[in-house]
């Protein structure tokens, strides 16, 4: 067996199966290479889970596929064994994940990659799908049918779904030869790629199951045990991108991969400017949160969040560096100085500030350029965190008030406590904004008890 197939069938507490028979794999020496089995039966078989990731070492080619981008080069994969499911032979259903403690593996191959826009993932998300879970699906669907278009098997194939790709400046798609070097397939599916997409959307459009089965988007031998996987999300994305709007710009591919952030001597972090196409001067970012005149129990639940009003919304601009505060009158004024800015940030701002704010315009805040911290929270963790939560964590600050003394403050007519509060909050969020941008990652507190890092990509 080689090297790369050992590490994920013949690790130490794997089922593996030869000539009908059952053996437990008793010792993994993945140094001199030497794997010692016990026959024996049992009820469960296993599955290894691993990471991935990947490195353009060279783009060869690339098309536009109606909205987006495909590319085609030698691919530099890492990918790391990180343990294993045990699944009954029954009813395949988990009896737990065991840790694996084994070194990377490293291969260079061919491949290609699908770009996924950013205009598509905030659809998504507006949308409240699952971004990742969408592009695993697509990724697991564009894999199964590829055999359709070359003549390969899925098991020559490799995936890797990422959220945001330092080199692409973007989510993106990967689907690689599973052999070091290449066996072409890949270069077969990009030289028909518009096709290859379609087939893609088709297979997972026509398939009747529900929620995702082994003809569309599951895949047996998917690293993560098919989680996330959204086949509503992977179905949407790609009819936007086939539906060929919204253009966008993208990354010049660097044959060089990019230097990782590195720490120098006093432990700063030094940035690491992204190439995008068109913009050369700092981003013009606010930052903007609002407090509410009533409570959600006063309109009748958070889902009538447009009847609340606002008491009073404060907005932090990165040109001036200044924090400006706006009232319920001053809304025409709001909307033009968030018009002015490259992105909006804010902390659950499209699921709550927005809304409130859609009550008393029609202007369409949706359309902003937004980044909602929590939404990528959400994406990585699969549950939400408070901002209090992440900046305690994060930053070691505690908040000074919360949204309910706001709202008595405005029944007692205390502005002032008011505006402070909320620029209090404006401040926080930026802070963890700009640490997150810094570090890539966020600090919180997990069920556990412990401090540990989600990784963000802003
Ligand atoms: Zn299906
Ligand atoms: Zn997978």
Redesign the pocket.
Known sequence: MDRHRSYFETHEGAVYLHRGLTYVITRFDHEKGVVEATQKQVNYYTRARSSKSTTIIKQMDSIMVKGTRVGFGMLKITEQVTGYDRKLVSSQKSIGVMPLDLPELEFETQGLWIEIPDTVRDEIEYERMHFMGGIHALEHAAIGIMPLLVMTDRNDLGGISIPFHPQTGKAAVFIYDGAPGGLGFCRQAFDNAAVFLERTFEVIDS???KS???????SPKCGSGNRPID?ASAKKILELILEGKKPETFNTIYEKPQEPVTQDAVGQAQTVYLPEAGIDRPLHYGVLDIETRRSAQEVGGWHKADKMGVSCAILYDSKTDCYQEYLQEDMDQLISDLAQCDLIIGFNIIGFDYKVLSGLSDFDFYALPTLDMIIKVHEYLGYRLSLDHLAQQTLGEKKTADGLMALEWWAQGEMDKIISYCKQDVKVTRDLYLYGKTHRFLVFKNKAGQQVRVPVDW
């Open positions: 398939c009747t199951c995702g089965c082994p003809c569309c988007v599951h086949k």
